[in-house]
């Protein structure tokens, strides 16, 4: 007859197999729906994918402002582009042209 003491408790050995499984478990479950899991990974690639194509408008938008920057140089300023900033910003128009308002 057995003891009263073993009676209704799980064996040392099936506690530990039981505790590799949940360790298991639980790094497996980390694995597939963790922050770098492989759920994640498309979830990533959209976003990595969002980020260059606003580095690459980003980029675009540099490289018009060094060239504008390089066309109000005050050294050689381009004369059409600094006539073009006066009449929009100050209002001001030839005599021989003729402003025409969109709506």
Do not use: Y
């Not at 799980?10 to 360790?23: M, Q």
């Not at 690459?56 to 300023?77: C, F, G, T, Y």
Request: a positive charge; one cysteine or more; charged letters at 25%.
């Amino acid at each position: 007859m057995r003891n009263r003491r073993t009676i209704g408790r799980i064996p040392r050995e099936s506690l530990t197999r039981i505790a590799a499984l949940a360790c298991l478990l639980l790094m497996g479950g980390f694995a597939l729906a963790g922050p770098s899991g492989i759920l994640a990974w498309s979830e990533n690639n959209h976003l990595l994918a969002q980020r260059e194509a606003e580095l690459k408008q980003l980029a675009a938008q540099r490289s018009e402002l060094r060239n504008r920057v390089a066309l109000l140089n005050p050294d050689h300023a381009d004369p059409d582009l600094a006539g073009e900033l006066l009449r929009r910003n100050m209002n001001v128009v030839h005599p021989d042209e003729v402003v025409i308002l969109l709506h």
